[in-house]
């Protein structure tokens, strides 16, 4: 272009439209200045555009545009500006340091705003601001709302450059916090109030203050403690009565107030509130006793304090002080008798007392009163009496008191008591008793006893001779004497016993009766007691047909014994004494049977023939040697044997061996001789007794023809019990040709032996010693010629012992009892034979089974109860065994049927007139009159003599009580039934009990005892000694036998 053109410019368009005139343009240089100045902070942009033209001046077609951007810069000319000339706010008391109180906005129109600082003053305020406006908490702890309620402070925004602010006012209102409690002033109060006054009074107001405001300022009050007898009120706090108050029962009460405001979470504050409760005088004075008691002697002295009186009253002060004084005395005496100590209530004698025979007792009434207004007043009595003084000995009712007691009394059991009187007041009732005894003593009430550990014994000692002495006073005393003489009266606490004797006695074999018995041994029992209790009766049970004691104890053969038969017996022996309850004391004797000569001796055979040749015939030959026996023993079994008369000159007879031996040469003789003699068989008896034979003895010149035996005796033997057939041994006979036989045949006892064709002797049966030792059997022998000739052969057969088993005679047995048969009730008597002799037959007999409910007697076979209680309405099996010495046994079945169809009301008890061992005999007759009497059938339990009732007197006769049952048809009959048929039908059952026993006899019915634990108790112990004795028997009885064997 050319420098040399003109331009010409211009505005076209100014954006924003509104700051068109701030511009201006000039036309030729188009320079561009502000005509106008801006306010940025008005403008909406700071930048303006400006659109401009240029054109040619010569060539207005020729323009060119262009666009300016003015920007108008920032120049700090505005302050400031806070968004509120003053703030208000509201805080929480305690906030925290940090806490956003409220947030202060600051603005600047400059460009960029306000970049100054903010500050709040003055500086103490607890605020602090940040840069971006917001105040915050900067020191808790004078955020207190209680000191403080509202904090005032500026808040100022300051601009650097050039300096402008603005400042703005804050009011900070600080919300209550509940950070107080309650607080009472004072904590602790104490108010008084009398006991009379009622529910509703007003005590005390008490107040609490609360620093915080509202809810957390506002208090209620409460009460603990007082037991109910206070309240408060809830707002006011006025503490008023509840109830009535007693000073007596509670004199003070500890309260606790209650102060709790009504913030969330509430706190509390307490105070003590001490309620002392006065006293009014509402009580009377109280005597510890209603009535007082002393005792004074007669010689009492004045002034003496007697007895100290005390009442109190349970109120306090004043109202509790205590006068006393006597109000009345009865009887009354002038001058007075007593006084009072008003203080003290000490109670003196004022005088001398009158006699004590004039005045025994005194009553005084006497009154305590109190201080108090109104005066109260209270009452009591006291009674004096007055005591005689101790001038008069004690005094027994007997100088000598005699005494029986029976010596079964209890220990600690009370024998008498002896009477003390005295004559001073009081009499012995003070009293007590010196005694010296290891047996007695006597207590203060003067009840003399046995000591209880000390048993009496009347065996011991059967008197007693005791000192007592009376003292009235426990020291000091004046004293009596009295004398006791204590008799032991007898119980029936001893068995009998039996005297010491042999183990076995003897008697003499012999035709013995009642009239005409024979003495073996008195075996008198003894027993310590004395009266009916030591009166001992001694009997063999079961009675024995050969036996029988006499009074005396004298034991005596009434049957005839032969040793030959029998040699021993065994016998149970009982002694029984007459007490009640009775005693018994049981043993077994042994009666060997000695010899008496009352057999004569037995030869061999009947005759004696014997042959002999002449040729053989040398003297000191053995010609025929006799044998004979004697059934007796000892030395009246010994034979010597003789010839009646002179004899024969050429025979001799040894007198002890029985052998004929030929003394002469036969030489002289020239033909057949017999030479007849009569042989004597006599024992050493007295006086002796003999047996003749005749003996023929023939010298043969030659042998005759005809049959004989080789010897003329021959001697077998065989043990008995051997079977049929046995062979006893051989005789022979020769025919003395060969043309001849010869046959054997018994002449006797061919029941029993046998003899066989070559001369063999046999059994027919076995043979038993007992019934016969020795056999003589004639043996004939017979040839056959014509006519045959024959000869007799003696032979004798001598039966050995062997040891047999005994036998029972049956092998079961069926019997019954009642439940309630008392021990040693008889069950059955279980026999067995042994027909060995001697020791050999002795049995014994034992239970296998079942020992806890029977019992044998080991020598009788008697079966007895023990105890069958438990075994009613059942069955027993009892197996009963036998043994004789050498072991060898049987055994035997008792079937035993225990009724318990009765019971002990259905016993009934008669008592007879008759001694218990003869009642025994006749037991079984006896049931037979009651059961026709009565028309039942009637099983008597137990039998035993009964006792001295009320009397220790010798009774002049002896009485049996006997108990049965009585059945009809297998039913029991009541035993009142019983009874009553009985005393109907007593004269008919006396005739016939008269039958009975061959003479009169009484009857009595006994009356049931209702109670008889006692005699329940003490048959137990009876049984239980009973027992323990036949123990020691049957011990005693095995010891023996062993030793024997």
């Given at each position: 272009?050319?420098?040399?053109?003109?331009?010409?410019?211009?505005?076209?368009?100014?954006?924003?439209?509104?700051?068109?005139?701030?511009?201006?343009?000039?036309?030729?240089?188009?320079?561009?200045?502000?005509?106008?100045?801006?306010?940025?902070?008005?403008?909406?942009?700071?930048?303006?555009?400006?659109?401009?033209?240029?054109?040619?001046?010569?060539?207005?077609?020729?323009?060119?545009?262009?666009?300016?951007?003015?920007?108008?810069?920032?120049?700090?000319?505005?302050?400031?500006?806070?968004?509120?000339?003053?703030?208000?706010?509201?805080?929480?008391?305690?906030?925290?340091?940090?806490?956003?109180?409220?947030?202060?906005?600051?603005?600047?129109?400059?460009?960029?705003?306000?970049?100054?600082?903010?500050?709040?003053?003055?500086?103490?305020?607890?605020?602090?601001?940040?840069?971006?406006?917001?105040?915050?908490?900067?020191?808790?702890?004078?955020?207190?709302?209680?000191?403080?309620?509202?904090?005032?402070?500026?808040?100022?925004?300051?601009?650097?450059?050039?300096?402008?602010?603005?400042?703005?006012?804050?009011?900070?209102?600080?919300?209550?916090?509940?950070?107080?409690?309650?607080?009472?002033?004072?904590?602790?109060?104490?108010?008084?109030?009398?006991?009379?006054?009622?529910?509703?009074?007003?005590?005390?107001?008490?107040?609490?203050?609360?620093?915080?405001?509202?809810?957390?300022?506002?208090?209620?009050?409460?009460?603990?403690?007082?037991?109910?007898?206070?309240?408060?009120?809830?707002?006011?706090?006025?503490?008023?009565?509840?109830?009535?108050?007693?000073?007596?029962?509670?004199?003070?009460?500890?309260?606790?107030?209650?102060?709790?405001?009504?913030?969330?979470?509430?706190?509390?504050?307490?105070?003590?509130?001490?309620?002392?409760?006065?006293?009014?005088?509402?009580?009377?004075?109280?005597?510890?006793?209603?009535?007082?008691?002393?005792?004074?002697?007669?010689?009492?002295?004045?002034?003496?304090?007697?007895?100290?009186?005390?009442?109190?009253?349970?109120?306090?002060?004043?109202?509790?002080?205590?006068?006393?004084?006597?109000?009345?005395?009865?009887?009354?005496?002038?001058?007075?008798?007593?006084?009072?100590?008003?203080?003290?209530?000490?109670?003196?004698?004022?005088?001398?007392?009158?006699?004590?025979?004039?005045?025994?007792?005194?009553?005084?009434?006497?009154?305590?009163?109190?201080?108090?207004?109104?005066?109260?007043?209270?009452?009591?009595?006291?009674?004096?009496?007055?005591?005689?003084?101790?001038?008069?000995?004690?005094?027994?009712?007997?100088?000598?008191?005699?005494?029986?007691?029976?010596?079964?009394?209890?220990?600690?059991?009370?024998?008498?008591?002896?009477?003390?009187?005295?004559?001073?007041?009081?009499?012995?009732?003070?009293?007590?008793?010196?005694?010296?005894?290891?047996?007695?003593?006597?207590?203060?009430?003067?009840?003399?006893?046995?000591?209880?550990?000390?048993?009496?014994?009347?065996?011991?000692?059967?008197?007693?001779?005791?000192?007592?002495?009376?003292?009235?006073?426990?020291?000091?005393?004046?004293?009596?004497?009295?004398?006791?003489?204590?008799?032991?009266?007898?119980?029936?606490?001893?068995?009998?016993?039996?005297?010491?004797?042999?183990?076995?006695?003897?008697?003499?074999?012999?035709?013995?009766?009642?009239?005409?018995?024979?003495?073996?041994?008195?075996?008198?029992?003894?027993?310590?007691?004395?009266?009916?209790?030591?009166?001992?009766?001694?009997?063999?049970?079961?009675?024995?047909?050969?036996?029988?004691?006499?009074?005396?104890?004298?034991?005596?053969?009434?049957?005839?014994?032969?040793?030959?038969?029998?040699?021993?017996?065994?016998?149970?022996?009982?002694?029984?004494?007459?007490?009640?309850?009775?005693?018994?004391?049981?043993?077994?004797?042994?009666?060997?049977?000695?010899?008496?000569?009352?057999?004569?001796?037995?030869?061999?055979?009947?005759?004696?023939?014997?042959?002999?040749?002449?040729?053989?015939?040398?003297?000191?030959?053995?010609?025929?040697?006799?044998?004979?026996?004697?059934?007796?023993?000892?030395?009246?079994?010994?034979?010597?044997?003789?010839?009646?008369?002179?004899?024969?000159?050429?025979?001799?007879?040894?007198?002890?061996?029985?052998?004929?031996?030929?003394?002469?040469?036969?030489?002289?003789?020239?033909?057949?001789?017999?030479?007849?003699?009569?042989?004597?068989?006599?024992?050493?008896?007295?006086?002796?007794?003999?047996?003749?034979?005749?003996?023929?003895?023939?010298?043969?010149?030659?042998?005759?023809?005809?049959?004989?035996?080789?010897?003329?005796?021959?001697?077998?033997?065989?043990?008995?019990?051997?079977?049929?057939?046995?062979?006893?041994?051989?005789?022979?006979?020769?025919?003395?040709?060969?043309?001849?036989?010869?046959?054997?045949?018994?002449?006797?006892?061919?029941?029993?032996?046998?003899?066989?064709?070559?001369?063999?002797?046999?059994?027919?049966?076995?043979?038993?010693?007992?019934?016969?030792?020795?056999?003589?059997?004639?043996?004939?022998?017979?040839?056959?010629?014509?006519?045959?000739?024959?000869?007799?052969?003696?032979?004798?057969?001598?039966?050995?012992?062997?040891?047999?088993?005994?036998?029972f005679h049956t092998n079961q047995s069926h019997v019954s009892v009642f439940s309630i048969a008392p021990?040693?009730?008889?069950?059955?008597?279980?026999?067995?034979?042994?027909?060995?002799?001697?020791?050999?037959?002795?049995?014994?007999?034992?239970?296998?089974?079942?020992?806890?409910?029977?019992?044998?007697?080991?020598?009788?076979?008697?079966?007895?109860?023990?105890?069958?209680?438990?075994?009613?309405?059942?069955?027993?099996?009892?197996?009963?065994?036998?043994?004789?010495?050498?072991?060898?046994?049987?055994?035997?079945?008792?079937?035993?049927?225990?009724?318990?169809?009765?019971?002990?009301?259905?016993?009934?008890?008669?008592?007879?007139?008759?001694?218990?061992?003869?009642?025994?005999?006749?037991?079984?007759?006896?049931?037979?009159?009651?059961?026709?009497?009565?028309?039942?059938?009637?099983?008597?339990?137990?039998?035993?003599?009964?006792?001295?009732?009320?009397?220790?007197?010798?009774?002049?006769?002896?009485?049996?009580?006997?108990?049965?049952?009585?059945?009809?048809?297998?039913?029991?009959?009541?035993?009142?039934?019983?009874?009553?048929?009985?005393?109907?039908?007593?004269?008919?059952?006396?005739?016939k009990l008269n039958e009975v026993f061959g003479e009169d006899v009484d009857i009595q019915v006994v009356?049931?005892?209702?109670?008889?634990?006692?005699?329940?108790?003490?048959?137990?112990?009876?049984?239980?000694?009973?027992?323990?004795?036949?123990?020691?028997?049957?011990?005693?009885?095995?010891?023996?036998?062993?030793?024997?064997?």
């Open positions: 272009m050319n420098p040399k053109q003109t331009l010409g410019h211009g505005f076209c368009l100014v954006l924003p439209k509104e700051y068109e005139e701030h511009f201006n343009i000039h036309t030729n240089s188009g320079v561009i200045s502000v005509e106008t100045s801006f306010d940025r902070e008005l403008m909406s942009s700071n930048i303006v555009n400006i659109s401009i033209k240029a054109a040619q001046t010569d060539d207005a077609g020729k323009t060119a545009d262009a666009v300016v951007q003015v920007t108008v810069e920032d120049v700090n000319d505005s302050p400031p500006v806070l968004d509120q000339d003053s703030y208000s706010a509201t805080l929480l008391e305690n906030s925290p340091n940090n806490s956003i109180v409220f947030k202060a906005t600051v603005t600047d129109a400059d460009e960029g705003g306000f970049v100054g600082t903010l500050k709040i003053s003055p500086e103490s305020t607890p605020f602090t601001i940040d840069d971006d406006g917001t105040v915050r908490v900067k020191n808790s702890a004078a955020l207190d709302r209680e000191t403080n309620a509202t904090i005032t402070f500026k808040i100022e925004a300051i601009d650097t450059d050039p300096a402008r602010n603005d400042v703005a006012t804050v009011l900070v209102t600080l919300e209550d916090e509940n950070d107080n409690s309650p607080v009472f002033n004072p904590t602790s109060m104490e108010e008084a109030v009398s006991e009379d006054k009622e529910a509703g009074f007003s005590v005390t107001t008490v107040s609490a203050t609360d620093r915080d405001s509202g809810a957390n300022g506002e208090i209620r009050y409460s009460l603990t403690g007082g037991e109910g007898r206070f309240a408060v009120h809830p707002e006011s706090g006025l503490v008023t009565l509840a109830a009535g108050l007693d000073r007596e029962v509670k004199a003070e009460y500890q309260l606790q107030v209650v102060a709790e405001d009504q913030g969330c979470p509430a706190n509390t504050a307490t105070a003590s509130l001490l309620i002392n409760v006065t006293d009014v005088n509402d009580n009377a004075p109280e005597f510890l006793q209603a009535v007082y008691q002393v005792l004074v002697p007669e010689n009492q002295s004045i002034d003496t304090s007697l007895l100290t009186l005390s009442a109190k009253d349970l109120d306090e002060g004043v109202n509790a002080e205590v006068s006393y004084k006597i109000i009345d005395q009865s009887p009354s005496l002038a001058p007075p008798v007593f006084k009072l100590n008003a203080t003290s209530g000490a109670l003196q004698l004022a005088r001398p007392l009158p006699d004590y025979s004039e005045v025994k007792e005194y009553t005084l009434e006497v009154q305590a009163s109190d201080g108090g207004t109104p005066t109260l007043v209270g009452k009591t009595s006291v009674v004096v009496k007055v005591t005689d003084v101790n001038n008069n000995p004690p005094e027994f009712d007997k100088g000598s008191y005699d005494v029986n007691v029976t010596e079964n009394l209890a220990s600690g059991g009370s024998i008498l008591t002896v009477k003390v009187t005295d004559k001073d007041e009081g009499g012995f009732c003070h009293g007590h008793f010196l005694f010296t005894s290891d047996t007695f003593y006597v207590n203060n009430q003067g009840v003399v006893s046995l000591k209880k550990d000390v048993t009496l014994d009347r065996e011991t000692k059967d008197s007693y001779t005791l000192q007592v002495v009376a003292v009235d006073q426990p020291s000091g005393g004046l004293s009596a004497t009295a004398v006791i003489n204590i008799s032991i009266l007898d119980y029936n606490d001893n068995a009998p016993q039996f005297p010491t004797i042999p183990e076995q006695f003897e008697v003499k074999e012999g035709n013995y009766s009642e009239e005409t018995p024979a003495e073996i041994i008195n075996m008198k029992p003894t027993d310590p007691d004395i009266g009916p209790n030591g009166e001992v009766t001694i009997a063999i049970f079961p009675p024995h047909p050969l036996f029988r004691f006499r009074e005396d104890g004298m034991l005596m053969a009434i049957g005839s014994l032969d040793r030959e038969s029998r040699d021993t017996y065994e016998l149970v022996v009982t002694a029984s004494d007459n007490g009640n309850p009775q005693r018994q004391n049981i043993t077994t004797v042994r009666v060997n049977i000695t010899d008496i000569n009352d057999n004569k001796p037995e030869f061999s055979s009947s005759s004696y023939i014997h042959h002999i040749l002449l040729k053989d015939a040398l003297p000191g030959t053995v010609v025929l040697t006799l044998e004979a026996t004697d059934k007796d023993s000892g030395s009246n079994s010994l034979i010597t044997f003789s010839f009646l008369k002179e004899g024969s000159p050429y025979l001799s007879l040894d007198n002890t061996s029985g052998a004929i031996t030929l003394t002469h040469n036969v030489a002289n003789v020239t033909e057949d001789t017999v030479l007849q003699l009569t042989a004597v068989a006599q024992d050493h008896g007295e006086p002796p007794l003999n047996t003749t034979v005749p003996v023929a003895i023939i010298l043969t010149v030659t042998i005759p023809e005809g049959v004989g035996f080789l010897s003329s005796f021959y001697n077998f033997s065989v043990s008995e019990n051997e079977p049929n057939g046995t062979i006893l041994g051989e005789v022979q006979a020769s025919s003395g040709s060969d043309l001849f036989s010869v046959s054997y045949s018994l002449r006797n006892h061919n029941d029993l032996f046998s003899v066989d064709a070559n001369g063999t002797i046999h059994t027919r049966v076995p043979l038993d010693k007992e019934l016969k030792e020795w056999y003589i059997l004639e043996v004939k022998a017979e040839d056959t010629r014509t006519p045959p000739t024959s000869a007799v052969a003696i032979a004798t057969v001598w039966v050995r012992n062997v040891n047999e088993p005994p036998q021990y040693k009730t008889p069950v059955i008597i279980v026999t067995a034979t042994d027909p060995d002799v001697g020791d050999s037959g002795r049995l014994n007999y034992s239970i296998v089974n079942n020992t806890q409910h029977f019992e044998v007697e080991p020598s009788s076979g008697l079966v007895r109860v023990v105890s069958v209680v438990d075994l009613a309405g059942s069955n027993a099996t009892l197996k009963v065994k036998v043994s004789d010495p050498s072991g060898l046994e049987a055994t035997t079945t008792v079937e035993v049927a225990v009724s318990g169809a009765a019971s002990k009301t259905d016993v009934v008890v008669i008592s007879i007139e008759m001694a218990a061992n003869i009642f025994n005999v006749k037991i079984r007759e006896v049931e037979s009159a009651l059961s026709s009497v009565l028309g039942w059938t009637i099983h008597i339990l137990d039998v035993q003599s009964e006792g001295a009732v009320g009397s220790r007197s010798l009774r002049a006769t002896s009485r049996t009580l006997v108990s049965f049952v009585s059945l009809d048809k297998d039913q029991v009959v009541p035993s009142q039934h019983v009874i009553e048929q009985l005393k109907n039908q007593l004269s008919a059952l006396q005739w009356d049931p005892i209702q109670d008889c634990g006692d005699q329940i108790l003490f048959i137990a112990v009876v049984v239980m000694l009973i027992l323990c004795v036949l123990l020691l028997i049957v011990a005693v009885v095995l010891l023996i036998c062993l030793f024997r064997k």
